[in-house]
Structure formats: structure tokens, C-alpha cells
């Protein structure tokens, strides 16, 4: 990799392809890219970046204070066939003594977020607009 973060792969034969980034400090999180190169196409550059919006998370217990050290996850799936998907934004985390996480570096689109403790958990999906911070409250339920 050079130092600007470019790869090149040279010669790319027709067929599928996964291109999965992993989370560094400065990119929290996974990302996941699905390729398709056909005969005789010319697969040029590919632009891969952090997106600009954020989730801020709060998780709360029955009532509604705060819980710390829930474990959460903000994730988006896009599938184009079968199970596999095209493209893939991850960001789990634990929150704060609060109750706090914030997901930083989103894509736009639709989101799956869920939290968790001990026999507890909360779910639910968002949308997420270009360039945009969301606030979301989870209030953790017994699964008994």
C-alpha cells in the first residue's frame, strides 16, 4: 500500500470479487465492497472513504437512566444476491458510564441498531441521511 492508501492489483482476471477494510484509528469499524469485472472491462479506480454521518446511541434501562458497558453495534447490509452482501459499514462498541457510544464515519442508508447486557437487549433499524447525526435511545428489556 502506498502511503496514500492506494493498492493496485494488476492483472484483474474476470470473476468476483470481495474487498473487505478493517478498522484502524482512524476508521473505526468494517467495511465490505463486492466487485463484478467481465471480460475485457476495464476496472479503473475505486474510491473507497469514510462517510460523513454519525449515530449517537443511548441505552437506557427500564427507567430510563443510563446503562454502561452495554455492548452495541450500528451495521448496514445491501445484498445484490443471495445471502452475500455488495456493500457492508460496521461499528460496535461498549457504551459509557452514561449509557453513551457514537457510531462516527457512516455511509448514508438504512441501519440495523442493537444493544445488549447480560440477558437484556433492544433493537431496531434508522435511517441515515448524507452528511447527517442521528440520535437514537435503546431501552434494554429482560429476554425472561
Known sequence: MAPDGVFAFDPVETGEYELILYE??????IRYERLSVDKDQ?????VISPGKSTV???VVDENGHGVGGARVAVG????????????YTYR????????LYVAEG?????????ASLHDADDGGTLKLGVNETKDVTLKLQSRR
Not at 24 to 29: I, K, L, N, Y
Not at 76 to 87: E, L, M, Q
Not at 92 to 99: E, I, M, P, Q
Request: zero cysteines; charged letters at 25%.
Open 24 to 29: 484502524t484509528a482512524d476508521w473505526p469499524g
Open 42 to 46: 476495464a476496472l479503473e479506480e475505486l
Open 56 to 58: 449517537r446511541l443511548r
Open 76 to 87: 448496514k447490509s445491501v445484498g445484490i444476491s443471495g445471502t452475500s452482501p455488495s456493500v
Open 92 to 99: 460496535r462498541g461498549v457504551t459509557d458510564a452514561d449509557g
Open 106 to 114: 457512516l455511509v448514508d442508508g438504512a441501519y440495523t441498531v442493537v
